[in-house]
């Protein structure tokens, strides 16, 4: 059998009509949505009329989720993961799950869509040709 790929899906940062075609889609057709909070995922999945499996994956969990998802993906299950608003993996968990995915050579496929920082960066009349990016401010 083949093994299924992980998508990591980019959502919106603040305006839910902020968000791809190809994300909405990629969101319908997987088997399982790996997020950081069902309660704000599921906002998301409910405006678009998106019915699939949530699970979480945070600093307490993310051992055993990362097994769980591994299980799914060799079994020929796709999966996407997405944070709470924008690019996953900026700022969020993911790393650790992107890395053991990559090591089981399993295809990993980037949706790209909306970045609070490349969007600042475009906005602030700075130059734009090279930049540093160092995380997100304090709150």
Excluded: W
Excluded at 17 to 26: P, Q
Excluded at 51 to 62: C, G, M, Y
Excluded at 66 to 89: Q, R
């Amino acid at each position: 059998m083949d093994n299924g790929k992980l998508y990591v899906v980019a959502t919106p940062i603040g305006n839910l009509g902020d968000i791809t075609f190809r994300a909405v889609e990629t969101l319908k057709s997987v088997d399982l949505i790996i997020c950081e909070d069902t309660r704000v995922t599921k906002i998301l999945l409910d405006h678009y009329q998106i019915s699939k499996p949530l699970l979480v994956v945070n600093a307490h969990n993310e051992s055993k989720s990362i097994e769980k998802i591994l299980m799914k993906l060799t079994s020929g299950e796709s999966c996407a993961l997405v944070s709470d608003a924008g690019t996953p993996c900026i700022s969020d968990p993911g790393v650790r799950l992107i890395n053991k995915v990559s090591s089981e050579n399993i295809e990993i496929v980037g949706i790209p869509g909306a970045s609070a920082a490349i969007l600042a960066l475009s906005i602030s009349g700075l130059p734009t040709d090279s930049f540093v990016f160092e995380g997100f401010l304090p709150q």
